[in-house]
């Protein structure tokens, strides 16, 4: 039986956002495929119990906690990768000889020592992190934060150009992504994100309001929401639900004197999933152009229109099925646009998605490269 190790930046599960989503899917795509999985974690807090959606995935599963001295900010590794080495990592991973998957350049800080052992290594390429970096520096409001946040992006750019050719392969998520990498150690393969959506659901032609959904602590989105907000208050004829469970005080007060604006939190995948059946169009804005986001994905399978900026993703597939705008009067017309059309898209979508994204096909071209079948 084929097995693979994989060492993931975090435990995922569950599966709330972005990268984790990625990670669950991936392993649970691989583990239908018959593949062992060898999973490593690297976590804050070594969980008392193994959730049953994973032990039913996974041939074991190992956790090692995140260092916590603060002095490895002065590393020349990266802070995110410094903080994740483990001595027990090596120990576990030359136990069993197998292919090794590492989720981000994070957990690659141990690349050197298991190269010299003979070990066949994979990436899976969550981030162009210097750009990511630069981005989360251009979106902070916090000098200090600022501060570290470009010093990262400096350290990656230096990281990335030692790290990427030591790969027998660099699983990217996006185009952009995988051109770059192409170009430099020419072991890049595209695999689109891991979603975890199956069947487009069937929807009727209208919704009930537009909708914004995101995690509030990240400084994308909260400068996405902004720009939302601002567009909805110029707009009071249409209804905006802003689905969170991170929203501050300060929002929750702005959100109360707006009367066509509305929060409501998330809680559970089946309150957000209500919340996508029921409108009738969704607003995703980003700020960082790194790569296709999860939750264009989640969007397009479970809800109506979904209007977007550049960033959300630069897949001509994706953007031909969603409704786009490069300034903030396009997105303006997009609202306007699609706040009276109905939605006949079922088919187009289903037709789309279900055979080109589905994770199934991903599992089986990545199975092609590490296996080489």
Known sequence: MKEIHLISFNYPYPPSYGGIIDVYYKVKALS????????????????????????NITENVFFYKKKKNPLLYFSRVPFAAAIRN???????????????????????????????????????????????????SS???????????????????????????????????????????????????????FHGNELVK?????????????????????KALEETISLFQNLPQYKLIIASDRAGKDLKKKISSIVNISLVPIETTENLHRLFENAHANILLSYQNSGTKVKLFNALYNSRFVIINENITDDRTLMNLCYWGCTTQEIREQIIATATKDYTENEIRS???????????????????????
């Open 32 to 55: 239908d495929l018959g593949i062992k999985i060898h999973l490593h974690c690297f976590v804050d807090r070594i969980p008392e119990k193994i959730d049953r959606e994973i032990k």
């Open 86 to 136: 483990s001595e027990n990592l090596l120990k576990n991973l030359t136990s069993i000889k197998a292919p090794i998957l590492f989720e981000g350049l994070q957990t690659s800080n141990s690349i050197s020592r298991l190269k010299d052992k003979g070990y066949k290594l994979y990436l899976r390429y969550h981030n162009n992190e210097t750009e990511y970096y630069k981005g989360l």
């Open 139 to 193: 979106s902070e409001k916090n000098i200090f934060k600022k501060i570290i946040y470009t010093i990262e992006s400096f350290k990656y750019a230096a990281y990335q150009k030692r790290t990427l050719k030591e790969f027998e392969g660099v699983f990217c998520l996006s185009e952009k992504e995988y051109n770059e990498v192409d170009s430099y150690s020419k072991n890049a393969h595209l695999i689109h994100i």
């Open 202 to 222: 069937r929807l009727n032609k209208k919704g009930d309001y537009f909708l914004f959904h995101g995690d509030l602590s990240v400084s994308d989105n909260k």
């Open 351 to 373: 037709e789309v998605l279900e055979k080109k994204y589905s994770d199934n096909s991903k599992a089986v071209e990545m199975v092609k490269v590490i296996f080489k079948d």
